[in-house]
Nanobody, 117 residues
C-alpha cells in the first residue's frame, strides 16, 4: 500500500521559514521522482519543485528559485522542502507527489501553509 504523508505546515509570518517533510512507503523511493506542488482554492495545482535521478537533479518553479530547496533522504524514504523568505503568495496546500520508474503517480493528502502577518 502506497503512502505519502506530509507534515510541517503551519502559520508563519512573511520572511519566515518552514520545512515540509513527506514520508513515503509502499514503492521504490530511491528511483522515483519526488515533487512538491501547491494548490489554492479554486485554482489548479501548481508545480513547486522536484528531485529526480535519486536526488542528483532538481528543478524549481521560477517563483521559488533561490528561496526553496528540495532534498531527499533515500535511506529514510523522505523528501523535504525547505522554504525560506516566505511570502503571502506562498500560501496554499502543499502536496507531495511521487512518479515511479513504472510511471505510477501518487499523491499525499497535503499540508496547509499560511503566510500572514
Amino acid at each position: 500500500q502506497v503512502q505519502l504523508v506530509e507534515s510541517g505546515g503551519g502559520l508563519v509570518q512573511p520572511g519566515g521559514s518552514l520545512r515540509l517533510s513527506c514520508a513515503a512507503s509502499g514503492f521504490t523511493f530511491s528511483t522515483s521522482a519526488m515533487s512538491w506542488y501547491r494548490q489554492v482554492p479554486g485554482e489548479a495545482r501548481d508545480f513547486v519543485a522536484s528531485s529526480f535521478n535519486g536526488g542528483s537533479n532538481t528543478n524549481y518553479a521560477n517563483t521559488v528559485k533561490g528561496r526553496f530547496t528540495i532534498s531527499r533522504d533515500n535511506a529514510k524514504n523522505t523528501v523535504y522542502l525547505q522554504m525560506n523568505n516566505l511570502k503571502p503568495e506562498d500560501t496554499g496546500v502543499y502536496y507531495c507527489n511521487a512518479q515511479t520508474s513504472s510511471a505510477y503517480d501518487y499523491w499525499g493528502q497535503g499540508t496547509q501553509v499560511n503566510v500572514s502577518s
